[in-house]
């Protein structure tokens, strides 16, 4: 098949789902285009099949805001004209579904017909897309798409429950390529930042508020005073100076180490005890997965989809949103049981494999070639 994939090119979340599916069906013989406004991070190599298009906004005086949404629904009508594409795939519904939906009206009027695929993530449903500036539009553009998915149970239901959907929303969870996510032997470096036989426990986001760093903090202060231990933050964001702030508020700075931005974040990941996700809002967590498949449990909060992937009391623990005192107790409960957490480390691989690529990869192809036969 001929694909267009349309996504964020973030380094996390819903960009890196796009791009890596974008790479994995390249890589079983579909031609993809990716397009967007620059080059997608995961992209920096050559492949015979993948292609990539950048969505360029002109600027004019009267701009205040460009009209990025204009100009990706004409890269999608050039794309889909020029390249033959069979196949529409928008990751994020904002503003991707809305565009996708113009670019197949334009289509429409050349004679063309493109069926559009549209992946919710999460905050397209759970934060931004419920505001009024954006509703509307949201529920305008879920229901025309040819197909729906999902990345995990919980999105589905919000959706349902919080847009009057009336087309049918397929759940298709995230994955993990396994190959590339796994332990491997970094001794030396647990050795230079735990040099006294600390635990070590991990956490990367991109530092937004729905991530709730702080009550990590708050939790990694408490769980010191019982288990010498050592923090290390992966990733940025707008969060990120007031959780250095409140590290130095709680005493704790000198044991918390922040990374930035990783692109080997599994290597940080193979040196971890523990990995923490206390988000508010998550639809699913494939920060979490990516650790599980590294062979780290999960102390978790509840939020949105963490349960479905972060199973409680065998992968790890789930806890209320924002209920330090529980997160304290179940972090000290498996860092001080050698033999619990042994269990737990080898309970999480076991639960990656589930999202393995190889079974993912062929719930997407079979979804495409319904839509693609329907349409
Ligand atoms: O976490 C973010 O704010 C980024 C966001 C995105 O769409 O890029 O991530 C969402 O999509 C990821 C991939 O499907 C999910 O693993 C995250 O759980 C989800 N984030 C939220 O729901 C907050």
Redesign the pocket.
């Known amino acids: 098949m001929k694909i267009g994939i349309i996504c964020?090119p973030?380094y996390?979340?819903?960009?890196v789902?796009a791009t890596e599916l974008g790479k994995a069906l390249a890589s079983v013989g579909h031609e993809v285009h990716f397009i967007t406004y620059t080059q997608p991070p995961r992209l920096d190599f050559f492949s015979e099949n993948i292609f990539y298009h950048e969505v360029s906004v002109a600027s004019y005086p009267l701009f205040e805001y460009l009209p990025y949404e204009s100009a990706l629904a004409s890269k999608m009508v050039d794309v889909t004209v020029n390249e033959q594409l069979d196949l529409i795939h928008v990751h994020?519904a904002i503003p991707h579904a809305s565009a996708a939906y113009l670019a197949k009206q334009i289509l429409k009027y050349k004679g063309i017909h493109v069926p559009v695929i549209t992946t919710l993530?999460?905050?397209?449903i759970?934060l931004v897309g419920r505001d009024p500036s954006f509703e509307p539009v949201v529920t305008f553009s879920i229901n025309e798409s040819d197909g729906v998915t999902a990345?995990s149970e919980s999105l589905r239901d919000d959706t349902y429950s919080s847009f009057e959907i009336l087309s049918n929303i397929e759940v298709i969870p995230?994955f993990i390529d396994l190959e590339r996510f796994k332990k491997q032997p970094k001794e030396h470096f647990k050795l230079a930042i735990c040099p006294n036989g600390e635990k070590l426990l991990m956490h990367t986001?991109?530092f937004?508020k729905?991530k709730r760093i702080e009550d990590i903090i708050h939790v990694f202060a408490k769980v010191q005073k019982q288990v010498p231990s050592k923090l290390l933050l992966v990733g940025d964001g707008p969060e990120r100076s007031g959780i250095e702030a409140l590290c130095r508020d709680l005493g704790v700075a000198s044991d918390v180490r922040f990374l930035g931005k990783l692109d080997t974040i599994e290597e940080a990941l193979s040196l971890a005890d523990l990995f923490f996700l206390t988000?508010e809002?998550?639809?699913?967590?494939?920060a979490a997965l990516e650790a599980m498949a590294c062979e780290v449990p999960v102390i978790s909060s509840d939020a949105?989809?963490i349960p479905e992937v972060n199973i409680h009391g065998v992968t790890g623990f789930v806890s209320k949103i924002g209920d330090i005192d529980d997160m304290v107790a179940n972090t000290v409960k498996i860092l001080k049981d050698e033999a619990l957490h042994t269990q737990m480390k080898a309970n999480a691989l076991a639960r990656a494999k589930d999202f393995s690529l190889e079974k993912i990869l062929p719930m997407y192809e079979r979804y495409y070639e319904k839509i693609v036969g329907q349409s």
């Open positions: 964020y973030t996390g979340g819903s960009g789902v994020y993530h999460g905050t397209d759970t990345v995230n986001s991109n937004r729905v988000s809002k998550e639809s699913f967590g494939l949105g989809g």
